[in-house]
């Protein structure tokens, strides 16, 4: 019995990928059926349990699949291939959020001169990154998407520009008033902490 399912499996996987290949968007809500659960678990593992990296990780994930889809002849190598997507996607996500935190922190640095102590030490930099995300917590949304689009997801103006179907200029005048919404948000929790 055994024998028989596997090249059924095989075809099955064929004519999945095939059609994923081909741009086939019943296709593609098959396989997201069919692998959106493993695949979650999976980057859960590989975030180490930080389900929101997992959650964003998994939808880079379906977007390369999308963009990159060839034809398989069998399960072991399609799961291999979408591992290895997805593995790629979370590492990248990770290094993209390394790079928002340094940012805004080196940001944040250079006019909240209290925010870290001479001696740097990772409780300094956990709290200014915590004061950080509860400032983009109180952002409005759309201020926080522009943040979080120019610095985490590296957009460039441009392309914000072109989502929001504005102008470079209203972009960056955009992001200016959002950088110092930030800016006066942390230092009115700065304020407030040094009150206590």
Not at 71 to 92: C, H, I, P, Q, Y
Not at 167 to 188: D, G, I, Q
């Amino acid at each position: 019995m055994e024998s028989s399912a596997a090249p059924n499996q095989g075809a099955e996987i064929c004519r999945l990928t095939a059609a994923l290949a081909a741009g086939d968007e019943e296709a593609f809500r098959e396989f997201h059926t069919a692998y959106f659960d493993r695949l979650l678990r999976y980057l859960i593992v590989v975030t180490r349990g930080d389900e929101q990296a997992a959650r964003d990780a998994l939808q880079e994930t379906f977007t390369r699949v999308v963009h990159h889809a060839r034809r398989f002849d069998g399960e072991e190598k399609f799961w291999s291939w979408l591992t290895v997507l997805a593995r790629s996607a979370a590492a990248d996500g990770g290094r993209r959020r390394r790079s928002y935190w340094r940012l805004l922190t080196s940001y944040a640095l250079s006019w909240i001169p209290s925010a870290r102590p001479e001696t740097e030490t990772d409780a300094a930099d956990e709290r200014l990154q915590s004061l950080l995300l509860e400032g983009l917590n109180e952002l409005r949304a759309e201020d926080r998407a522009l943040i979080e689009g120019k610095y985490i997801h590296g957009a460039s103006v441009r392309e914000l520009a072109a989502q929001l179907k504005l102008t470079e200029k209203a972009v960056e005048s955009r992001l200016s008033r959002a950088r110092y919404r930030l800016r006066e948000k942390l230092l009115e929790r700065l304020k407030n902490e040094e009150a206590r």
